[in-house]
Every structure is written in C-alpha cells, then in structure tokens.
C-alpha cells in the first residue's frame, strides 16, 4: 500500500509559482499510477493532472485549465511526485491533493472515484 503526503502550499501572488510534493511511502510506489486534484470551497474535487506509472513525459495528461503553466513530474527512486505550478491565478486557489491508484484505466484517470490513496491536501491561495 501507499501512504500519500503532500507539502509545498503557500501563499503567493497572481503571476508567482509554487512547487508541491508529495511524498509517498511503500516500495510499490513506482507501479501506481498518480494524480493530483484540487477542491476550492463550495466547488466538487478537480482534476488537474495525471503521471503514469513509468513517469514518461508522454504519459502525463493535464487539465486544459492548467495546460502550458502546471507541470507534474515524478521521481520513483525518491518516491516523489511534484506540481511546478506556474503563472498562477487566483482561480488556482484550492486545497490541492495527490492521489494514487493501482491501474492505468485512461477514461477514469480524470475521475476521484478512480483512485484509492489520498494525500490530507496543501493549500495554496493565490492573491489578485
């Protein structure tokens, strides 16, 4: 099993970046596939990216809401997934998760029912 931590979360200003990690335990880290979400107050969780188990650059899929300024990445022998999150609005402002789930279903990956692990969230708010 994984156990999922994230870390990273602050403030900044509209325009500013921030990088997220999450640190995830288990030496089976590198065989799931992992995500990250985000949920602003009021709204449902968001998808915002997805890294496929063997962390290739051609296996990460973004949100278009993030596509060209967010970056996930990932390094299996530290057991790390990161959020370079870039050129960041205010509508970015959200508790943002990192998830992990065993399959690489394609049309599930978008959806939190997909994953089984969750991470306690890192806020990041974003001022104007």
């Known amino acids: 099993q994984v156990q999922l931590v994230e870390s990273g979360g602050g403030l900044v200003q509209a325009g500013g970046s921030l990088r997220l990690s999450c640190a995830a335990s288990?030496?089976?880290?590198?065989?799931?596939?992992m995500a990250w979400f985000r949920q602003a107050p009021g709204k449902e969780r968001e998808f915002v990216a997805a890294?496929?188990?063997?962390?290739?650059?051609?296996?990460?899929y973004y949100a278009d809401s993030v596509k060209g300024r967010f970056t996930s990445s990932r390094d299996n022998a530290k057991n790390t997934l990161y959020l370079q999150m870039n050129s960041l609005k205010p509508e970015d402002t959200a508790v943002y998760y990192c998830?992990?789930?065993?399959?690489?279903?394609?049309?599930?990956?978008?959806?939190?029912?997909?994953?089984?692990?969750w991470g306690q969230g890192t806020q990041v708010t974003v001022s104007s």
């Open positions: 998830a992990a789930r065993g399959n690489s279903n394609i049309a599930t990956r978008e959806r939190p029912s997909a994953y089984d692990r």
């Open positions: 288990g030496r089976t880290f590198s065989r799931y596939d």
């Open positions: 890294s496929a188990w063997s962390g290739s650059s051609s296996n990460i």
